[in-house]
């Protein structure tokens, strides 16, 4: 059973960049695509992009512009780089297996955007 | 980009009730529709897959159909352990995107 666990800072200061790593256990990172999805405090759930082992990567143009996912097989990791930071993305970030529907995901960590 | 709209956007229902959600997209989305499961302070479970398939393990009494743009997800019976938020979420286009959930309790 794939497993998959978000890791990274709790607070991150604003105009700071946002760091998150997913490690994937149970399985291979290979031959499959790895997502990463938001959700603020008490709202809905924001699809921030995903890539494929490989490197190739597509992400929601609403953050495209401040987003990096990048890919280590080595390591069986994926990440997640949030720049330029404000409040607004203050949320739970999960990581999740899947590139049209999600069938395994991480806990979740709270990323808060504070000074 | 499209929008997904869920109603209603709560409900209460008491043990043992038919339970029915609705979804719309703002376009023609085929049957690329998905319905997940969100219990407090948990990640999303995908339940429904392609509108109406059943994710391996889920209970036959949740169930999805529709395509296009109107989908219904329904839990035949509700049971004390459906309490929780279910989003819909479809990918025929790029950015993936989730309705706005909708939160189930026991009347």
């Known amino acids: 059973q794939v497993q998959l666990q978000e890791s990274g800072p709790g607070l991150v200061k604003p105009s700071e960049t946002l760091s998150l790593t997913c490690t994937v256990s149970?399985?291979?990172?290979?031959?499959?695509?790895w997502s990463w999805i938001r959700q603020p405090p008490g709202k809905g759930l924001e699809w921030i992009g995903y890539?494929?082992?490989?490197?190739?990567?597509n992400y929601n143009p609403s953050l495209k512009s401040r987003v990096t996912i990048s890919v280590d097989t080595s390591k069986n990791q994926f990440s997640l780089k949030l720049s330029s930071v404000t409040a607004a993305d203050t949320a739970v970030y999960y990581c999740?297996?899947?590139?049209?529907?999600?069938?395994?995901w991480g806990q979740g960590t709270l990323v808060t955007v504070s000074s | 980009d499209i929008q997904m709209t869920q109603s209603p956007s709560s409900l209460s229902a008491s043990v043992g009730d038919r339970v029915t959600i609705t979804c719309q997209a703002s376009?023609?989305?085929?049957?690329?529709l998905n319905w997940y499961q969100q219990k407090p302070g948990k990640a999303p479970k995908l339940l429904i897959y392609?509108?109406?398939n059943l994710e391996t393990g889920v209970p036959s009494r949740f169930s999805g159909s529709g395509s296009g743009t109107d989908f219904t997800f329904t839990i035949s019976s509700l049971q004390p352990e459906d309490i929780a938020t279910y989003y819909c979420?479809?990918?025929?286009?790029?950015?993936?995107?989730f309705g706005p959930g909708t939160k189930v309790d026991i009347k």
């Open positions: 392609d509108a109406s």
């Open positions: 999740a297996s899947g590139r049209d529907g999600y069938n395994h």
């Open positions: 890539i494929y082992y490989s490197g190739s990567t």
């Open positions: 149970g399985g291979s990172i290979s031959s499959y695509y």
């Open positions: 979420q479809q990918y025929d286009n790029l950015p993936p995107a």
């Open positions: 376009q023609d989305i085929s049957n690329y």
